[in-house]
T-cell receptor
Framework: GESVGLHLPTLSVQEGDNSIINCAYS??????FIWYKQESGKGPQFIID?????DKRQGQRVTVLLNKTVKHLSLQIAATQPGDSAVYFC????????????FGAGTTVTVRA | DVKVTQSSRYLVKRTGEKVFLECVQD?????MFWYRQDPGLGLRLIYF???????EKGDIPEGYSVSREKKERFSLILESASTNQTSMYLC???????????FGPGTRLTVL
């Protein structure tokens, strides 16, 4: 079946280092991908998104890379800060132009001081 | 800023009770969603609505129903709560001009 998954459930990062969070997807029909951040006790918040006609998109301290050949998505966080500690979810739409999303299980990022 | 609010942050109910979870958004969004979030499973779609009085089942609709009488409000109903419905419930909304879903803070429901 179709699924969105993150490679690692947890990631520990030293403050100041760069973080890379990975996500694999299996639905070739997906054309929209999005990353959310969820802090403890809060709902998911949008970080960055990317469409399938792009390979890379940059935001403030974050970069999303999309490799359609191997169906892989990654989120890079530059100069990780304590406030980046959270659960990160990738999601994809279920088919082209569909607004329903399929979510991965999430990666818990812990920033070490 | 889009604001999605949920009626309760924490709720404790007994098995067999009827439970109402309310969600309100203030951005005139057409699409609204209810998810449940469980450890290791991510977010799973229960129901969604693409317009007033319109609804469609998501991936796990069993044991739930929904109501959308007004555009800004989307309610999730547990007709007879069971212990396996203990979970975090998240509401989201989305407009027609963007792809991003905006989430509420969640309701942590415990069924005893």
């Amino acid at each position: 079946g179709e699924s969105v998954g993150l490679h690692l459930p947890t990631l520990s990062v030293q403050e100041g280092d760069n973080s890379i969070i990975n996500c694999a997807y299996s639905n070739s029909a997906s054309d929209y991908f999005i990353w959310y951040k969820q802090e403890s006790g809060k709902g998911p918040q949008f970080i960055i998104d990317i469409r399938s006609n792009m390979d890379k998109r940059q935001g403030q301290r974050v970069t999303v890379l999309l490799n359609k050949t191997v169906k892989h998505l990654s989120l890079q966080i530059a100069a990780t800060q304590p406030g980046d500690s959270a659960v990160y979810f990738c999601a994809e739409n279920r088919r082209s132009n569909d607004y329903k999303l399929s979510f991965g299980a999430g990666t818990t990022v812990t920033v070490r001081a | 800023d889009v604001k999605v609010t949920q009626s309760s942050r924490y709720l404790v109910k007994r098995t067999g009770e009827k439970v109402f979870l309310e969600c309100v958004q203030d951005m005139d969004h057409e699409n609204m969603f209810w998810y449940r979030q469980d450890p290791g499973l991510g977010l799973r779609l229960i129901y969604f609505s693409y317009d007033v009085k319109m609804k469609e089942k998501g991936d796990i609709p069993e044991g739930y129903s929904v109501s959308r009488e007004k555009k800004e409000r989307f309610s999730l109903i547990l007709e007879s709560a069971s212990t396996n419905q203990t979970s975090m419930y998240l509401c989201a909304s989305r407009g027609t001009t963007g792809d991003e879903q905006f989430f509420g803070p969640g309701t942590r429901l415990t069924v005893l």
